[in-house]
């Protein structure tokens, strides 16, 4: 009967591209493990705020005043006072005119970019750029073309043929999920400037880090860029869950009327909200959080490469350590777990074929004392599993 996806997964298997879910018995820093303790790498947890008590009593108060859930779409009666101050408090802390929450990240990419890229029109894509901000392309029908990882001139030789009389859209991430480093921004804001394309920017693994009061990678001082639309999450520095559009107020109201995922899916739950607000206002109210986070980073990424692990340049909070295949990146993950390090491995179709990696995020609950024990740790397992000599 299931022959389908016993075939499928038989093959995924043989191409070392099978992936499982894994029980964790709670979230944070480090975590008890049958009895032992495990130093957790693998969370997007960046500001260490997903347990932070604030965060906490906020989200307990929401659930108390307002209950479990929105009840339904934000167009029929699920859109609370509550949504609209957090969409406020958010477009504060992204120095834009607007915002709009949706339920997720991923929702809010889907809908964005379906609302914005319709038939005739062209959207230039990063190649390394999020999944997805490649599904709300595909989902589109717009015409999609892909320019090598941050290469201008590859995106200007696109540009240059453009034969459009619709939109033309270019589409980034700031920091690459994967990779840990950033596009670009001043040389896509000029191009997007030059060839009158509208630009988003996916800013999920800045927001709370760069930028100032958090605002992400567009607004670091001295290199600000005021992209069209820059997407953010709620789910990885902010703590909780949830995504939204910074934008315009007009764009906003386009997105209102023309995104689906946000017309047709139910309003972000008052947890959801309560606790964004309240990360945005410990965000503003301990301005060096993010500086605090890329400094350790730094030192960390440091003492991986003096060890002779092929780390890339520090630009970020993420880092990949490359392995190339896919049978060796799961191998020297599991051989770090067993030394009670939670790495996970990164295969295809994630990051291209033979770049299978271990990727490592910091967070404020890894200590500078605990990174540099780590460090050690991941030079010895990476001596025995050949990965360096
Ligand atoms: C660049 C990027 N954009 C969007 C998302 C989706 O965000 P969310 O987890 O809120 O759905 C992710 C999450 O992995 C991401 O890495």
Redesign the pocket.
Known sequence: MNTFAEKELASLKQRGQLRDLYVLPETGGQITVDGRTVINFSS?DYLDLARDRRLKDAAIRTVEELGCGATAARLMTGHLKLHEQLESDLAQMMGTEATLVFG??????LGVLTALAKAGDEVYADKL?????IDGTRLSKAHSMRYLHKDLNHLESLLKKSKTKGKRIIVS?S???MDGDIAPLAGLSELAQRYDALLVI????AIGVMGENGGGACRIKGREIKPDVV?G????SLGG???YAACSASIRKFLINNARSFIYSTGLPPVCVGSGREAVFVLKSNPNLGKTLLDRAERFRDLLAGAGLNVPEFESQIIPILVGGNDEAVHFSQLLWDRGLLIKAIRPPTVPVGTSRVRLSITLALSDEVLSKSADMIAQTAKKAGIIS
């Open positions: 997007n997720s990240g991923f929702l809010t990419n750029n999020h999944a997805s901000l991430d920091v690459f999920s996916d800013e999920a693994h997407i999450t709620l789910s990885k869950y949830g995504g």
